[in-house]
Structures are given as structure tokens and as C-alpha cells.
Nanobody, 123 residues
Framework: VQLQASGGGSVQAGGSLRLSCAAS????????MGWFRQAPGKEREIVAS????????YYAESMKGRFTISRDNAKNTVYLQMNSLKPEDTAVYYC?????????????????WGRGTLVTVSS
């Protein structure tokens, strides 16, 4: 499985970006999917995740109310809508396919990683 992330870029604080993650195979529709991020000098952390049907989601505390994860299984694509961006959201964002069909959160549960996309938020 190849996961291709796109949509990163540079925005000012308060702005919005929409990340997309397109999968090369339809089998991802049976798996939970997630977005992680890694800021310079920091560990990779979970941002949000969604179960295989799209009915259950998880958000890290600092993303609640600002970010929305969704998926379109017909298009093998997962999205991350990011609003009210803050400078501390600056990071490389990675999409991931979990081994589980659930909205997992652990790095150890990731089966495939996509290549990252850089998000830079200026103040």
C-alpha cells in the first residue's frame, strides 16, 4: 500500500488547510486511518484517527474543535481539515494506515506510513 499525502503549505495563524491522503489500494477501506505529526526536535504524535467506516473518530486534545478527520472509502482517501491554525501546529504531517479497523492512536499500531507533508504556520 502506498499512501500519498498532499495539501501542506504555509499559512498565517488563524488560517486553514486541508490535507488529503490517497491510498493506492482499496484494502485501506477495511482499516482505521490516522494523521500524525512531528515537529522539529519532538516526537511523532497522533493528531486524529478514524475507524474504517468513518463513524468513530479520535482527536488529540489540542486539536479538538479545530481539526476534522474524514474519509471517502470510494476514493480511498482520508482528509484532515485544519482550521484556526496556530504556530505550534507547524510540523510534518503523516498519514497512516492502522492494522486495526478502529480509530487507533498508537505508533505501534501503524501498518503503513505515508510520506509527510509540511505545514508551516506563521504568527
Amino acid at each position: 500500500v502506498q499512501l500519498q499525502a498532499s495539501g501542506g503549505g504555509s499559512v498565517q495563524a488563524g488560517g486553514s488547510l486541508r490535507l488529503s491522503c490517497a491510498a493506492s489500494r482499496r484494502t485501506v477501506s477495511n482499516n482505521g486511518m490516522g494523521w500524525f505529526r512531528q515537529a522539529p526536535g519532538k516526537e511523532r504524535e497522533i493528531v486524529a484517527s478514524i475507524n474504517w467506516r468513518g463513524g468513530n473518530t479520535y482527536y488529540a486534545e489540542s486539536m479538538k474543535g479545530r481539526f476534522t478527520i474524514s474519509r471517502d472509502n470510494a476514493k480511498n482517501t482520508v482528509y484532515l481539515q485544519m482550521n484556526s491554525l496556530k504556530p505550534e501546529d507547524t510540523a510534518v504531517y503523516y498519514c497512516a494506515q492502522f492494522r486495526s479497523p478502529e480509530a487507533a492512536t498508537a505508533l505501534t499500531g501503524v501498518h503503513y506510513w505515508g510520506r509527510g507533508t509540511l505545514v508551516t504556520v506563521s504568527s
